[in-house]
Structures are given as structure tokens and as C-alpha cells.
């Protein structure tokens, strides 16, 4: 494993920052100070705030497909990798409960300020979006595999919402346990 470069350093702060933060209200300076180097020195990696956040995404992209990849290997079968996207909301609950989904926030942040970025971040979705399609259509629901997974994707983005809003542990492991019942459902009725 290669040793992270400064440009590496200053895309993962970007990253934490547009998170806690937002992108909107992340500056230069928060990026320079928390990776602790000269602005100076910052604009020789990068001259605009739009190529970090373009790194960003791409950090986030790679990041997806290498824990999609780490599911895929490690689920014995379609229901544990769905499973196991289910209870990243447990796995992250403190952040969750702090600041929002990461891609759900940044994706909403970017379409109301109309970026042009907007495209790349929704991406993020997409990745989830395929994914769990094929991990329905591998649980014999091929037709409606597609809904299946955007139900999915819904619900959790509206968990991470409202349990931002309450701050409410409970709620979330409830919630959890409720799409694990129902991902149930849809397992035990490609059996019968």
C-alpha cells in the first residue's frame, strides 16, 4: 500500500470537511488549515475549489466500489450482502445521526445550487442503485429487482434523515431491524 501524498491529504480533509460542513460553506483556508500547509502551497495541487470536489467524488466512487467489492466477497448469499448494506446505517449511526448520509447530503446540496457536479455525485447512487439490483435479481426477482432496490435506497435516505432530525439511536436500530424483516419477506417468498 502506497503512503498517502499531500494532494491524497488534501482531498481526504475536502472529503471530511464538505461532509461536516458542506461544500458550500467549506473554504480554502478550512482545507489548507486542516491539512496544515500554506494556501500557497494549496493552489499548487489545486487552483479550484471544483477540481477538489471532483477529487472528492471520485475518493467517494472508489471508496463504494471497494466496500460493494468487500460485500460481494465476504456475503454467502445475495440476502447477507443486502443485509450488509442495511446495517451500514447501524455501522455509521453516530456520524448518521451528526450530519446525514454523505452522499445523500451532498448530492441534495449540488442540486440546490445547481452544480455542475451534480451528475458525478449522483453517481454515488447509482453505484448503490446497481448493485443492489443485482443482488435482487440474484434473489429471483428479476422484474421488479429495479424498484426493489430504489424502495431500499429510499428508505434508508429517509432514515438518515430523520434520524439526523431526532438524534434518535432507537429509531435507527428499529428501522434497521424492520428492513431486515422485510428484506426477509422477499427471501422467503423465491422458497415457496
Known sequence: MRSMTTRDHIIDAADQLFYRQGYEHTSFSDIADAVQI???NF???FEAKDKILDAVIG?????TRKMLDRWEAEGKNPEDRIRGFIHILIANRAKIKQYGCPVGTLCTELAKLNHASQAEAKMLFTLFRTWLRKQFT???HETDADALAMHLLARS??????ATAFHDEKFIRREVAQMCDWLQSYTHSTES
Open 59 to 63: 475518493l467517494r466512487l472508489a471508496n
Open 138 to 140: 440474484l434473489l429471483g
Open 157 to 162: 435516505q429517509g432514515v438518515t434523515t430523520l
Open 38 to 40: 500554506s494556501r500557497g
Open 43 to 45: 493552489y499548487y495541487y
